[in-house]
């Protein structure tokens, strides 16, 4: 396989801190919570950069602070040289040029069919692909003339990777690539992503799925309330403690933290 | 450049949208020619004059109250406004966009029940500037209400409720579908807290070529209503 690799760093983020301050009144009160507890990471030119961790351990936060979804509260973060955070609109502009992005959640108007969407994204980027090239990749070009509310969970979720691809990003981001797909679609949707990488695409990837990150990730970072605790190839952290599969090494990372702390075997503290 | 073929490319996404949807077309365009059709075969033609002023608000009243509110708090609770502001389209267009469609098909339904009160009921209105510029600044007025019930409603539930609680009772008693003429007086001094009441009023005097003397006050406090919802809906909104 042809390695794309190189060590320009095309995202950085150095010491991010994102608090949710506390907010609501009554039972709808909520404390404040630190999402992201100064994180820090690269990620160079041509990786599939992975980051796991368990439910609310900052994955997708980080992912959206990185994309400009949200603000951090402390820290900087570059994505090929831009500041996400910068919401001047031509900032805004040439950085979503250049980057894809799929969002953990899509939704689409219930009446638009598929290639009305795809058109509408087309008309939105300055060098859009072809989007029939991109709705045959993913299996969908039979169903371009479909209501996108008729489609089902997994095509409206490959759907969503094809309107990331739409802008010919240099950074794509991915959050929960293939939930709801079947093992047929999620190993297609994987092949796609590889072939993307090795024609020099840099992808970060935020995925509950080991087999998914072990399969795909150049790297990875684990996360686990809010903090990095490691990072590296999927390989050398599995080597290192002794792990059959990442699934393994994941489990051993969660129970290590959790010793010192009243977590539940479903992640959440108590 | 780019800037304009997502213009394009939102207009022609959401003017597909908007008809396939079909509520403007029943509530915004078909109702108000029929009921210009239905009043003008039962009162005579100087009602009719007054009267019609009130039908060819019906469509401003509809996009206003039902319209615009329900997109906003739909789109917001599909996470659809949150969507694009992944793209590098500025969100607050979408919203530009689905206004100036409101306000195409507000126009054009005020259009074919101007053809209907001229054509068939020869009804001639006194001053035609005047009756454009009140037509216009009506719109304004009862979109920055959609607007401000849009932006201050949590959920589709609620914006729901809030629309259709101004809307029907300003259906009926604001001189839209009931000439406001025919209605009893306690009818009367109930639909004046309605905001559509005054508007349709100014709307008929200026239809009449009269000048009623609470008109200044009825423009000034529509006026003060609309900047007032504007700036709040601004402040509070969320995406």
Known sequence: MRNMESSEQVITVRNVVKTYPAGGHGRHARPEVQALRDVSLSVHRGEIFGIIGENGAGKSTLSECMTGLQTCSSGTISVLGMNPADTSASSRRALLNKTGIQLQQTKFPDKIRVWEMCSLYEGLYEKPAPYAELLDKFGLLQKRNMPVAALSGGQKQRLSVVLALIPQPEVLFLDELTTGLDPKARHAVWDVIKSLQQGGMTILLTSHFMDEVEYLCTRIAVMKQGRICAEGTPSSLMEEHHSKNLEDLFLLYMAKENEDKSINKFGDEE | ?239
Request: with cysteine; proline share 5%; hydrophobic share 55%.
């Open chain 2, 1 to 239: 450049m780019r800037n304009n073929n997502a213009f394009k490319a939102l207009f022609s996404t959401e003017l597909k949208l908007i008809i396939r949807d079909g509520n403007i077309i029943i509530f915004g365009i078909i109702i108000p020619v029929a009921v210009m059709f239905v009043i003008g075969l039962l009162v005579s033609k100087e009602e009719l004059t007054a009267s019609y002023a009130g039908v060819a608000g019906i469509a401003v009243l509809a996009t206003g109250f039902m319209g615009i509110p329900a997109t906003l708090a739909q789109y917001r609770h599909d996470g659809i406004l949150r969507q694009f502001k992944a793209t590098p389209l500025n969100p607050f267009m979408l919203l530009v966009v689905d206004t100036i469609l409101e306000v195409v098909f507000v126009l054009v339904s005020c259009a074919l029940v101007s053809c209907a009160a001229y054509f068939v009921f020869h009804v001639h209105v006194v001053s035609p500037v005047r009756f454009i510029f009140i037509y216009l600044f009506n719109i304004f007025v009862i979109y920055s209400m959609g607007n401000f019930i849009g932006a201050l409603v949590p959920d589709i539930q609620t914006c729901n409720s809030v629309s259709t609680l101004l809307y029907f009772p300003s259906l009926i008693l604001s001189g839209t579908t009931i000439p406001f003429a025919m209605l009893p007086r306690a009818l009367r001094i109930t639909a004046e807290i309605f905001p559509m009441t005054h508007a349709n009023l100014l709307l008929a005097d200026a239809a009449l070529g009269i000048t009623g003397p609470y008109d200044i006050i009825r423009f000034s406090v529509l006026a003060a209503v609309a900047v007032i919802c504007y700036a709040v809906s601004v402040k509070v909104f969320r995406w």
